[in-house]
């Protein structure tokens, strides 16, 4: 079961609650919410407050994906405000076990994040412990770059990974997907597709989800 996650990064902010509907109705499964600190990467965007305004308007899970140092000190507001799953990057956790169960403490789905240039092997301790594997396959910070295929024997190593654990772990890809990108990453092992550019860019955004999930 293939999964889309549009991310509001690339949503009308000044029409957030109607940008967020609309996905809903064109079959979104999660709706991933990209927080940014200006410090682990070059930009800022949403906090715990923009997270628990749009709490009410949708029924889908948001799929949290820090980009911030210092993770720790923020996870209890985000799962606070309405997180369903938060998903910290293995880059910026000093101690990432304990973010990891920091989250579940919370009562929220647990996910880690891979940048393009870190390996696997930097969640084999932890693949266990997580429900979800988010891959970036852009260099994290902006909506709209290109997908880096370099990064699509990694989707792989980790649903071998995934597998090896006998759990249901979902395996996200992040960055650059269109229905062409999406095909590869599918192919390789990523169950669930997050696009921004793709569906918020498009008119139709019930039609740019179908396409990126491979239905039309
Ligand atoms: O985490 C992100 C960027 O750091 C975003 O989720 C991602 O870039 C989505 O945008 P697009 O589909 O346009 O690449
Ligand atoms: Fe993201």
Redesign the pocket.
């Known amino acids: 079961m293939i999964k889309i996650a549009p ?1 509001i ?2 949503a009308d902010f000044a029409q957030l609650g109607k940008e967020i509907i609309d996905v809903e109705k064109g079959g979104a499964d999660y709706i ?1 919410v ?1 927080v940014m600190d200006g410090h682990f ?1 070059p930009n800022m965007t949403i906090g715990p407050l923009i997270v628990e305004a749009i709490r009410p308007v949708t029924e889908l899970p948001l799929d949290v ?1 820090l ?1 911030i140092e210092n993770p720790d000190q923020f996870i209890p507001d985000f799962a606070k405000a309405g997180a369903n799953i938060i998903s910290v990057h293995a880059e910026a956790c000093t101690h990432l076990h304990r973010s990891i169960h920091l989250i579940k403490e919370n009562g929220v789905k647990a996910g880690v994040v891979l940048n393009p240039a870190t390996p696997v092997s930097a969640i084999q301790h932890i693949i266990h412990d997580v429900d979800l594997v988010l891959l ?1 396959t ?1 260099n ?6 290109a997908f880096i295929p370099a990064v699509l024997p990694k989707i792989t190593r980790v649903r071998e990974l995934v597998s090896e654990t006998g759990r249901e772990i979902d395996v996200e890809v ?4 269109n229905p062409v990108t999406a095909k590869q990453c599918i192919e390789a092992g990523a169950n669930v597709l ?5 569906i918020y860019n498009s008119p139709d955004r019930g039609n740019a989800i179908a396409s990126i999930r491979g239905t039309v």
Not at 194 to 198: C, R, T
């Open positions: 991310s990064l690339s991933h990209d990467v994906h980009m970036m852009v994290p910070g902006f909506g709209g770059q992040d960055g650059g997907v997050v696009a921004g550019s793709a």
